[in-house]
């Protein structure tokens, strides 16, 4: 288990109980956090799952891949946290990790 | 419950549908909602099914894409494993199965397609389509005693299904009868290279493929003969030769259809108060002089997100041009837009690297583009066409700049 908070554009915070294995994208569906979209449910290929991570915690996110670069790079509201949340997967080590919304998913 | 509530019917329980409810509460829609649904399942994404759910990388709970809790909190009523067989305009009320009736303000068909049957395969038992979550589930039991399966259609789900089954050990054959595969959806440069792609992998395709016969033993399918002599044997058969649009009901209850229920840009159809969104409809397209049925995901996302709007008295949502994307073995295919009105073709990129992208221009018209493992193009085609920027065949042409500069220019020519 590791707990995320994820936070709103309106700087609501939120806590979960994520589970291993899942993405944090799927961890945020599945409990009402209406900010991600997930089009295209997780294949990297819509970029509406887009989250800032806090910068001490990037690097337990793991390296994102070209695909990920790539889909994010011409997202207006791009920042050097930008990741995708579809592309993150609940491990122990993201244990207090704090995702925040972007001002718009498109 | 005030009784003057507004109550709206939704026919379906898919994509399309759970993106409607979600979309009109996120807007405060404080009507009452309630999806009817045939299949016996909370709303799940069909996309994995023939990838990740059918390859075993990704479990049947991971498919569905809201939890239970989602549809109490949101207060969306399901009633699922039930099939509406009537709707009565002039009473507006749907009746399901069994006889019970639910009346309505607002309708709207979210009922999808189901795919095209062969005659002569008709309740043969070795005999599979790939459309819902039984279906591929009842596939996947299988695998393990299959050594052989025949695809008849060379579409993006049978391609699918066939780089999976490869991957799982089966031999297998897609018997397309075009020159080339995914003809109908892409250009003759992505034709190959799937083509090239699949026997590299050890799929036997066959073009120009016509079954003389079906050979059969009892009630199941053993071999399959082709025009040109050849006989293969087969333990399965995958059909995936297209769909049909669920519209029956709704050209019963008088509404307009041809293929697919016709809608306006609103999502209504020729009933005012009734709505048809998803791959059941056949909905204006800008740039397109004729009315298209769309068979996708986005598709299913953004006509139900303008039918909310409608419903709620917003205006349409910003235009988004149509995309899709497929995966088959480590390949990714993104397309946007509508190339099937085009004269020329330019390719960018490195095609035996497996890394570019065929970009679609009618005239100096530029319309749509297919990119192989090349999320640079498709987003920047998607931007470009979303903002209605001219990107030209010469800028195309030009490999010396990324597809990014050239959009940033394009974007800065703009303002
Ligand atoms: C195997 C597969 C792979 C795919 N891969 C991709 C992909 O990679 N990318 C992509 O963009 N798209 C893909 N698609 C297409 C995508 O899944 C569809 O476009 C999308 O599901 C359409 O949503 P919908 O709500 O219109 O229809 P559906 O999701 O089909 O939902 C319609 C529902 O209505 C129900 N229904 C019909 N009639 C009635 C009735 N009378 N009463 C009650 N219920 C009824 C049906 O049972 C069904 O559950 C794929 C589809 C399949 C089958
Ligand atoms: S859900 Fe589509 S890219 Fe993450």
């Known amino acids: 288990m590791a707990k995320i908070t994820f936070v709103s554009n309106d700087g609501e915070e939120q806590v979960i109980e994520a589970a291993e294995g899942e993405s944090v994208m799927e961890t945020a569906l599945n409990n009402g956090i209406d900010w991600i979209m997930a089009d295209c449910g997780g294949a990297c290929a819509c970029a509406t799952c887009h989250v800032y991570v806090d910068e001490d915690q990037l690097e337990a996110t793991g390296e994102p891949s070209e695909m990920e ?8 509201h791009q920042q050097s946290n930008s990741r995708l949340s579809c592309q993150i997967k609940v491990t122990e080590d993201l244990d207090g990790l704090r995702v925040t919304a972007p001002e718009s998913q498109y | 419950m005030a009784t003057n509530m507004e109550k709206l019917v939704i026919i379906g329980s898919g994509q399309a549908a759970i993106q409607l409810s ?19 399942y909370l709303a799940y994404q069909r996309p994995p099914l023939s990838k990740a759910f059918l390859k075993g990388e990704l479990e049947e709970g991971r498919l569905f894409l809201k ?50 049957m062969i005659p002569e395969l008709e309740g043969a038992e070795n005999v599979q389509v790939m459309r819902t ?55 003759e440069e992505i034709s190959d290279y799937f083509k090239n792609l699949h026997e590299a992998n050890g799929v036997n395709i066959r073009l120009g493929a016509e079954v003389q016969a079906y ?73 397109q002089s004729e009315k298209l049925r769309l068979e996708s995901v986005p ?3 953004d006509m139900a997100e303008t039918a909310a709007r409608h419903i709620l008295g917003l205006e349409r949502p910003a235009y988004d041009p149509p995309w899709f994307w497929s995966d088959q073995y480590d390949t990714k295919i993104q397309t946007v837009g509508l190339f099937s009105e085009h004269t020329e073709t330019f390719v960018r990129g490195d095609v035996a690297a497996g890394k570019f992208s065929v970009f679609y221009f009618k005239s100096e018209t530029f319309l749509a583009v297919d990119s192989v493992n090349d999320p640079q193009s498709f987003m920047a085609c998607k931007n470009i066409l979303k903002m209605g920027l001219r990107l030209t065949s010469e800028a195309v042409q030009d490999q010396s700049k990324t597809m990014m500069d050239i959009f940033k220019e394009l974007k800065t020519q703009k303002v």
């Open chain 2, 22 to 40: 979600a979309s009109l509460r996120q807007k405060k829609y404080d009507g009452r909602i309630t999806m009817i649904g045939e299949e016996p």
């Open chain 2, 67 to 116: 939890p239970q809790k989602f549809y109490d909190d949101k207060d969306i009523e399901l009633i699922s494993g039930a099939r509406v067989e009537k709707v009565d305009t002039a009473n507006k009320a749907v009746t399901i199965g069994g006889g019970t009736s639910y009346s309505y303000d607002k309708l709207v068909f979210a009922t999808g397609t189901r795919p095209r």
């Open chain 2, 299 to 301: 598709n299913a996302i």
């Open chain 2, 133 to 187: 979550l039984d279906d591929a589930k009842a596939l996947k039991t299988q695998v393990d005693k299959l050594n052989h399966v025949t695809i008849v259609g060379g579409g993006y789900i049978g391609l699918e299904a066939a780089a999976v089954l490869r991957k799982m050990g089966v031999a297998v054959d897609v018997l397309e009868r075009m020159p080339r595969l995914l003809a109908r959806v892409i250009g």
């Open chain 1, 69 to 76: 670069n790539s889909m994010l790079e011409f997202n207006d």
């Open chain 2, 215 to 287: 050979q059969k033993d009892g009630n199941s399918i053993k071999g399959v003969e082709l025009n040109d002599g050849t006989t293969s044997k087969t333990d399965l058969i995958l059909v995936g030769i297209g769909v049909l649009p669920n519209q029956e009901l709704a050209a019963e209850a008088g509404i307009e259809v041809g293929n697919g229920i016709i809608v306006d840009e609103n999502c209504e159809t020729s009933v005012s108060g009734i709505y048809a969104i998803g791959d059941n409809a056949l909905r204006p397209l800008e740039g």
